[in-house]
């Protein structure tokens, strides 16, 4: 389970982060929603530790993150970015077993390969793609790699940074569906940050808004259709209308 | 306030000179404690030894070349004018050993080392790949830094002293081809005056400047700014701060090894 309790976040003068709380049971697939700016990856990134909130409390199954151990912290996570964040310095399968090749987890190199070659087939890639260097492949395959690699240690959580952005309709469809079908598989507790409703619909057992700094709305994914609070009625349908202000 | 805002300008400038200095011991702090504190990451340091050292030995040795080659040719010429020509070979090495060797080769290797490794951790920073490290439980300093640093530290100064026999082999051939010396006698000139130290001093300052070098390009890597903009400001302060530092070091390194 993860608990974000009153935790907040300032960048200089601007409060990206103004209080925000939000518990995620575990094995459940939260999807935090909201529009650009509004904090949704600083929310993501203080809880894996990679920015230091000013103030709140953050457990993950009851323990505080900052007093936990870093790497066996690390180590029950795993994580898609918005981009791949994929080495281009080594090839496809160094990347998606990098945890596996170093560290408390190593394997010998032929073992780590094999499972990497398992893990491209678990998100539909070929195993020559395993050689190729991450420069080499398009958008979509280079979000399957990350997936691949943000599940290759089995992870009991994993986070998704806008796994769909930059990617066609078709594609993005098909990433959902993975995503899907690997968190229900491995059981996993799943934080997926986007702004795609059909990503929302596809993945998320729960929703949470995040607008100005707060949880405007959270609930389960079948009752946000019939939710009447204005932040996410306007965001759900996109209208330009509402108290979200389209110029920011 | 008029009055004041010269001496606040002043103030501001120096307080930010101040914090980049702390800046940069606290890196360089960090970056030792992760050089000798596992984990090691022997694969990362062996491809940037060939990186830094192997890649590195074309552009140091056709420096050396002609620096050696002109600097036969300055020397023969000041000389002459006092009937010492003699001494052409003895002081090419000398000169190479001590001085050109070691601070020529380290500011090309400035060139080409600091700016790539300030601008590919410095992509690695803006692409989120400095994050995705740290989320696969990898320390960035250790597995990015420490090698890097290391590498340098240990292969320039091979790289120096390569360069220095590739310099002297330059002044031989100006002084044998151009400037009638005997082949033998210019051999035995030069090795029976250069010392240990002639050379030490110029694998040290090497060492000096392989650590300066990486430390540099790591550093304003790590802490680039966003987007081609930040990344360009990045590599230019890595090559500025490193040959910056490159001659100040050699100047106090000099004094110490050579002062009287």
Known sequence: MIQLIDVKKGFGAVEVLRGVNLTIPKGESMVIIGGSGTGKSVALKCVLGLIKPDSGTILVDGEDVKKAHRDTFLSHFGMLFQGGALFDSMPVWENVVFRLLRGSLKRPREEAREIAIEKLRRVGLRANVADQFPAELSGGMQKRVGLARAIAAEPQIIFFDEPTTGLDPIMSGVINDLIREIVVEMGATAMTITHDMTSVRAIADKVAMLHDGVIQWTGPVGEMDAAEDPYLRQFITGSADGPIEAVR | ?260
């Open chain 2, 1 to 260: 306030m008029v009055v004041t805002a010269p001496v606040a300008a002043i103030g501001r400038s120096t307080l930010g000179a101040l914090a980049a200095l702390g800046r940069v011991s606290m890196f360089t702090g960090q970056t030792l404690r992760h050089m000798v504190t596992p984990p090691f990451y022997p694969r990362e340091l062996w491809n940037a030894m060939i990186t830094i050292g192997w890649l590195s030995l074309p552009v140091v040795g056709m420096t050396s070349v002609f620096t050696g080659a002109a600097l036969a040719l300055q020397i023969y010429a000041g000389s002459n004018r006092f009937g010492a020509e003699s001494v052409v070979p003895q002081i090419v090495a000398i000169g190479m050993t001590r001085e050109l060797g070691p601070v020529l080769g380290g500011l090309m290797v400035a060139a080409r080392v600091a700016s790539s490794v300030a601008a590919e951790i410095g992509t690695m920073k803006v692409t989120e790949q400095i994050d995705a490290l740290v989320t696969l439980s990898t320390n960035p300093m250790k597995y990015l830094t420490a090698p890097r640093v290391l590498a340098a530290t240990l292969t320039v100064p091979i790289l120096v002293g390569v360069g220095d026999a590739i310099g002297i082999m330059g002044g031989y051939l100006v002084g044998t081809t151009r400037l009638g010396f005997n082949e033998a006698a210019y051999l035995r000139n030069t090795f029976d005056f250069l010392q240990f130290w002639d050379v030490g001093s110029g694998l040290v300052k090497g060492a000096a400047f392989g650590f300066l070098i990486a430390l540099m390009g790591c550093y304003h890597g790590m802490n680039s700014g966003r987007g081609a903009q930040g990344v360009g400001a990045a590599v230019k302060s890595a090559v500025v701060a490193s040959s910056v530092l490159i001659l100040a070091s050699n100047y106090l390194l000099t004094e110490a090894f050579f002062g009287s």
